[in-house]
């Protein structure tokens, strides 16, 4: 049990990275709120089927949410439907691997914060850890002697999508370990498909004020949206499996491989240029996540 988060969260850096790779092109076609809310009304069949599936497999009922937990849903609920949204504008004038840096910049904010709000424990190694992988990943998006603020608006846009990244796994962590009752994999898919609920609704009530024309262009494209929606309820399933495993610092440090991954989709599927200083940076990264790995399970 000690090892499954870690393929939990490989499963779900996997899974991520082709989503984005998805609501990037989607966001071409119908804009960026379009292409934010699909990932919340297309995945949300996908969870419910998933939540259907688990009560089969364990013969649990699905637990009822308490104050706290539905509170900590709440709250990473509407934090990823902001840090989509921001995600999807920088990917509009960056690399898909670029963008990708950007918001794994969040697992030092996760580990410090998680440890003062859900009590979770972190040593010294484990930061260090944390933070070895964390440069990694500035080393591939800022070039020598850049300082952060001459990186620009889409790099401040992409540092604030990776804090409310963070922010909304602190607040999925938060709402399955409040849960009293189930195990891991039903609390882990019932928080998730209650987080989407929550989601689809707040976007579908903005949408239907605001933009109608993105919230038409997103059923006008349903075969991609729906192939987006599976791929975001797939990747959301295994990241809320390792959360309710481990502390979200572990399982947000080892989704740094997803901008290895990321650059291998940058680099083969959208044929954008992959420099020897984002190489070096990947290697500091799978230092920093090997020495995690190697302390924690």
């Known amino acids: 049990m000690s090892s499954l988060w870690v393929l939990a969260a490989l499963l779900g850096s996997i899974g991520q990275v082709a989503r984005n790779a998805m609501q990037s092109s989607l966001t ?49 609920a509407l934090a990823q439907i902001a840090a989509t949204g921001l995600m999807l504008v920088v990917m509009k004038s960056q690399s898909f691997a670029v963008t990708t840096a950007w918001l794994k910049t969040e697992p030092v904010i996760v580990a410090l914060a998680a440890a003062l709000i859900l009590r979770d424990p972190i040593s010294l190694p484990v930061l260090g850890a944390i933070v070895i992988a964390s440069a990694g990943v500035m080393l591939m998006s800022i070039k020598p002697g850049t300082h952060v603020w001459q990186l620009g608006r889409p790099a401040l846009t992409g540092l604030l999508a ?17 849960l009293d009752q189930g195990g891991f994999l039903i ?64 399982v947000r440090t080892l989704a740094l491989v997803e901008v290895i991954f990321a650059t291998a989709v940058s680099r083969y599927v959208f044929k954008q240029p992959v420099t020897r200083r984002q190489i070096i940076g990947m290697a500091v990264i799978v230092l920093g996540v090997g020495l995690l790995l190697r302390l924690q399970v």
């Open 28 to 76: 071409r076609q119908i804009g960026t709120v379009g292409a934010t809310q699909v990932r919340f009304l297309f995945g949300l069949p996908f969870a419910a089927l998933f939540l259907g599936l688990m009560t089969l497999a364990t013969g649990e009922s699905i637990p009822i949410p308490n104050l706290p937990s539905l509170g900590f849903t709440i709250a990473g």
């Open 187 to 250: 609390r882990a898919t019932s928080t998730l498909t209650l987080s989407l609920l929550i989601q689809t609704a707040t976007l579908l009530i903005w949408m239907a004020l605001f933009n109608r024309a993105a919230l038409r262009a997103s059923f006008a494209v349903w075969r991609s949206s729906l192939f987006a929606g599976f791929l975001g309820a797939f990747a959301s399933q295994f990241w809320f499996i390792g959360f309710a495993l481990t502390s979200a610092a572990n």
């Open 162 to 178: 990776g804090g409310l990244f963070g922010a909304s796994a602190i607040g999925f962590r938060g709402g399955i370990t409040h």
